[in-house]
T-cell receptor, first 109, second 112 residues
Framework: GENVEQHPSTLSVQEGDSAVIKCTYSDSASNYFPWYKQELGKGPQLIIDIRSNVGEKKDQRIAVTLNKTAKHFSLHITETQPEDSAVYFCAALYGKLTFGQGTILTVHP | NAGVMQNPRHLVRRRGQEARLRCSPMKGHSHVYWYRQLPEEGLKFMVYLQKENIIDESGMPKERFSAEFPKEGPSILRIQQVVRGDSAAYFC??????????FGPGTRLTVL
């Protein structure tokens, strides 16, 4: 079935450090993998996505990598800032989005 | 270009009442998805609609829940005879096609 596992559930870093969040998916049928940032009391915001024909995509301080063989993808945030603190969700598209459980990222000033 | 609009933002209902949640997709988007987020949990798919059609309702509870996306007007998620377990944040997302989904701010339903 369609399942997405996300780790870690919480991540605490110092400002300026890098943060990495990893997800694995069970069904290779998915070809689209977005990442969302959700701040308290708000809706999820699409921050970056990757399609299965691409191994890596970068947008300023954010990058996503995809390993189709191993069925996992990762979010990399460099030079973290306090405003990066939020809950991050990975997802895989199977007609609809199947989400990971979320990672609470805290960036300490 | 306005984003996805949802209203109301907060809704309080007593057990047994009906809840109606509205979603206006982004301009030009004909695909609408509803997701539910329970406290301290991730987002769970409920239903996928295109104009006047339900495409996938595999995540909808079989009873009390219904959704529509009429030719004119917003998409509506309707919950009849609400129970305390229905308390959650309900998010709508819209898409121009079958990939990128953009979420609204959500409706937070509290059932007393």
């Amino acid at each position: 079935g369609e399942n997405v596992e996300q780790h870690p559930s919480t991540l605490s870093v110092q400002e300026g450090d890098s943060a990495v969040i990893k997800c694995t998916y069970s069904d290779s049928a998915s070809n689209y993998f977005p990442w969302y940032k959700q701040e308290l009391g708000k809706g999820p915001q699409l921050i970056i996505d990757i399609r299965s024909n691409v191994g890596e995509k970068k947008d300023q301080r954010i990058a996503v990598t995809l390993n189709k063989t191993a069925k996992h993808f990762s979010l990399h945030i460099t030079e973290t800032q306090p405003e990066d603190s939020a809950v991050y969700f990975c997802a895989a598209l199977y007609g609809k989005l199947t989400f990971g459980q979320g990672t609470i990222l805290t960036v300490h000033p | 270009n306005a984003g996805v609009m949802q209203n109301p933002r907060h809704l309080v209902r007593r057990r047994g009442q009906e809840a109606r949640l509205r979603c206006s997709p982004m301009k030009g988007h004909s695909h609408v998805y509803w997701y539910r987020q329970l406290p301290e949990e991730g987002l769970k798919f409920m239903v996928y609609l295109q104009k006047e059609n339900i495409i996938d309702e595999s995540g909808m509870p079989k009873e009390r829940f219904s959704a529509e996306f009429p030719k004119e007007g917003p998409s509506i998620l309707r919950i009849q005879q609400v129970v305390r377990g229905d308390s959650a944040a309900y998010f709508c997302a819209s898409s121009p096609g079958v990939r990128e989904q953009f979420f609204g701010p959500g409706t937070r339903l509290t059932v007393l």
